[in-house]
C-alpha cells in the first residue's frame, strides 16, 4: 500500500462509519450519501453569516475548489449559491445562455430531460437530443446538429447522468462543439471531484456541482465554477433574482458575503469534507477509491445473476443501474426493506422503460463494505426465494443490440 491508501485507510477507519446495529444504514445513494463523523461534527456550532470568521470560511471554501478544479490562475471563478443542484443548474442555464441564445441540451436521462424543462421555464430557446436510457450523446452528432442550426449558442452537457450512471463522453463533446464556434456548459453534479475536469484538458465555460455529492458534504447549496470572461459578461442576464450568478459573486467580491441567508452549517461541514478530499489525495485517489467500490460491487452483484442496465465501456464510479431480476418472487419494495435491515439504503430505478433499481459507489465507504453490501443482496434474494437474479431476456437482448 501506498502511504496515501495507507492514510486514506485509516481517515475511512477513524471516521466513526455508520453503525446498522445502531439504526443507521449506509446511503448507497448518489446523495446525501454517508458522509464521515468529522463531517458532521462540524456542523455542532453556529455561525454568524456577517462575521468574520464565517467571510473567511467562504472565502477558503471558494479557493479551496478554484485549487480542486485545477485551472489556470485567475481563469475561473468559484461562486456558491444556496439550494440543491438543480438550483444551481437553473443558475447556471440563466445566467449563461443570453436571452437571445439558444441551448443545446444533450439528455439521456432523467438530468438531461430536467435542463430541458428548466429552459421551458426560464423561457429560453432550446433544441433537445434525447438518445434514451442507455446511451450517450457521440461527438458527430452534436456536430450535425450544430451544423444545421447556426441559432444554437450553447451545449449543455450532463457529465455523469445519475439516473442511469452513465459516464457521458465529455471530452468528445467539448471538441466538436469549440470546432463549431459555440459554447459548453456542463452539469458535473455527481462526477466534479471523483473525475478530472481540468479545464486546460476540456475546454468549457461553466460547471455546476453541489455540497452533497463526490466532495461529501451534506446538502444545503452548491457552487458553479465560471470562466472569468464570460462571467462578467453575464450582468443582467439572469431570469432570477435569488439565481443571478453575477449578483451573487459581485457581492461575495465586494463584502465577502452571500447574497441572502447562507447555509452556514452546511458550509462548514464541507470544508471539512473539502480538507478530507486534499488529505486522501484529491480528484485521482478518490476517483479510484469509488471505481474500485464499484467494480468489486458489479463482480459480485454479476456473480448472482444481476446485470448491469449499461454496457460496461460506459458504467461510471459514481451509480450503477441493476435491471430487477426477471424471476417474479423478486419485488423491490421488499427486497429495499430487507437490504435495510442489513444496513444498506439502495435507490430505486429512474428509468421510464425498465424495471431497475439503483447502487451508489460514492460516500464513505470502502470495498470490505462493498462486499458486505452483495453479501446482503445474496442474503436478501434467498429470503425472498429468488434463485436466478438474471435479468428478463428481452431488455438485455434489446441493451445488447443497441450498443452492439
Ligand atoms: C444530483 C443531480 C442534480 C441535482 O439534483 P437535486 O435533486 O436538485 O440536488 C442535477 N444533475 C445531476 C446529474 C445530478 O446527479
Known sequence: MSKLDN?????????????????????????PLTTSFAVKQAMLRDWGSWDGDF??????????L???????????????????????????LGNMVPKDGKLLVLANGAYGLRAAKTMEAIGRAYHLLDKGDYLPPRGAEVADILANDPAITHVLAIHCETSSGILNPIAEISQVTYAAGRKLLVDSMSAFGAVPME?????????????????????????????????IATKGNCHSLSLDLHAQWENLEKSGQWRFTPPTHV????????????????????????????????????????????????????????????????????????????????????????ESF???????????????????AKQSLEELGVTSAAPPQAAFEERKKLNA
Open 7 to 31: 492514510e486514506r485507510a485509516n481517515n475511512l477507519k477513524s471516521s466513526l462509519l455508520p453503525d446498522p446495529e445502531m439504526g443507521e444504514p449506509f446511503l448507497l445513494t448518489p446523495g
Open 55 to 64: 467571510r473567511a470560511m467562504t472565502a477558503d471554501m471558494r479557493r479551496r
Open 66 to 92: 478554484l485549487a480542486l478544479l485545477g485551472a489556470e490562475q485567475g481563469a475561473f471563478e468559484c461562486i456558491p449559491m444556496q439550494g440543491s443542484g438543480s438550483y444551481l443548474v437553473e443558475a447556471m
Open 199 to 231: 479545464p486546460d484538458q476540456i475546454r468549457y465555460e461553466a460547471l455546476v456541482s453541489s455540497a452533497n455529492k463526490c466532495i461529501e458534504g451534506v446538502p444545503g447549496f452548491g457552487f458553479a465554477l465560471v470562466r472569468r470572461s464570460e462571467l
Open 267 to 354: 458550509v462548514a461541514a464541507f470544508l471539512e469534507a473539502l480538507k478530507a478530499h486534499e488529505a486522501e489525495g484529491g480528484v485521482a485517489v478518490r476517483g479510484a477509491r469509488y471505481t474500485s467500490n464499484r467494480d468489486v460491487m458489479v463482480a459480485g452483484m454479476r456473480e448472482l445473476g444481476f446485470e448491469t442496465l449499461l454496457d460496461a465501456r460506459w458504467l461510471s464510479p459514481i451509480i450503477v443501474t441493476f435491471f430487477c431480476p426477471a424471476d417474479e418472487r423478486f419485488v423491490f419494495d421488499r427486497f429495499y426493506e430487507l437490504m435495510k435491515d442489513k444496513g444498506f439504503i439502495i435507490y430505486p430505478g429512474k428509468l421510464t422503460v425498465v
Open 358 to 376: 439503483r447502487i451508489g459507489c460514492i460516500g464513505q465507504m470502502d470495498e470490505a463494505i462493498m462486499r458486505r453490501v452483495v453479501a446482503a
